[in-house]
């Protein structure tokens, strides 16, 4: 399977999507439905592609994110943290009728999440209006890389620009729900990271009878491009129109699985820009992912090129294939 692609070696990502308060809830002991369960509460700054912008600020990759947050407490706190990591939030809308995207997740014992829910509504402020205001941001980009969480409208302006300057879009589907609204731009998409619920959702296939080479290759034969699943502790498959390969998760001691899929799309970004090798953004991907969800926080502070590097060196290639 070839694997390599020309890939900028300079300049910057363009991250587009959430920018929220992050609430997580961990149980001490296993979770009982219907009633109050003792454990931890957290809050800390999060969003999908907040999280994706800090990581990369965090490998030293530059970074813009396009996102909306409301005149409040909460998005002028998230905000003013973001941009201290070294993420530029110069371009992040601020509207004075919506308020701060929230995000409450609820995490069992071992760290894994049993539900969520999201209030993202305020993306709804970044239509198309906005983003034709920042085409000199969007046209100079290395890459972009954009979540679901915004209207269909604004996607799909956002990969007819990128397509139109010939650059690269990873899309990262969020939700079930929201992966959805994809389904009519899949040929634009360059690469795509979905679970194997939003996988299922976007091909309309079962998990349980399908796997999820085959139900990648649709999405293949549909014109994405690079399709990368994600499959939790057994690594991820990686899909494109050669075939097939299945890279194991690097071995961590698991303390919270929030923000894992994030660090491993910017890891995986910032593979690609640092290698211009397909197999080994993935392991850099990887790596990040081992070196977040061994952190109870979202973004793990640790995430550096050093730790990346360390990580990708312990790993052969041999042993990361399954």
């Not at 530059?62 to 070294?86: E, N, R, W």
């Not at 983003?131 to 979540?147: M, P």
């Not at 197999?279 to 640790?302: D, F, H, M, R, Y």
Request: with cysteine; glycine share 8%.
């Amino acid at each position: 399977m070839s694997n390599t692609m020309r890939i900028a070696m300079n300049g910057y990502i363009v991250v587009i999507g959430g920018i929220n308060v992050d609430i997580k809830g961990k149980a001490f002991d296993k979770i009982f439905i219907g009633t109050s369960n003792p454990g931890a509460i957290e809050i800390s700054p999060g969003g999908v592609g907040r999280n994706i912008a800090h990581n990369l600020a965090l490998l030293n990759v530059p970074v813009m994110l396009l996102s909306a947050i409301g005149s409040d407490a909460q998005g002028a706190k998230v905000l003013k943290d973001t941009g201290s990591h070294g993420v530029c939030v110069d371009h992040v809308l601020r509207s004075d009728v919506s308020l701060t995207g929230t995000y409450i997740a609820l995490l069992d014992n071992m760290g894994e999440m049993t539900a969520a829910l999201s209030d993202m509504q305020i993306l709804e402020k970044l239509d198309v209006d906005y983003f034709k205001s920042k085409l000199g941001v969007l046209k100079n980009a290395s890459y972009i890389i954009c979540d679901a969480n915004l209207p269909a409208a604004s996607i799909e302006f956002i990969l007819s620009t990128a397509n139109s300057f010939g650059i690269p879009v990873c899309l990262e589907p969020v939700s079930v729900k929201k992966a959805l609204k994809l389904k009519n731009y899949l040929s634009r998409i360059d690469f795509i990271t979905p679970n194997l619920d939003e996988l299922e959702a976007l091909t309309g296939m079962n998990a349980k009878t399908d796997k999820a080479e085959l139900m990648a290759a649709q999405l293949i034969e549909s014109g994405v491009k690079n399709v990368i699943t994600t499959l939790g502790k057994e690594g991820l498959c990686y899909t494109n129109v050669i075939g097939s390969k299945r890279y194991r998760s690097i071995p961590s001691t698991v303390s919270d699985v929030t923000g894992a899929g994030d660090s491993l799309t910017a890891g995986f970004i910032y593979g690609l820009m640092k290698h211009g090798s397909i197999e080994k953004a993935l392991i850099c991907g990887l790596a990040a992912a081992a070196i977040t969800v061994s952190s109870k926080e979202t973004v793990n502070p640790l995430l550096s090129e050093e730790n990346i590097s360390r990580l990708t060196l312990e790993c052969s290639l041999d042993n990361m294939l399954q």
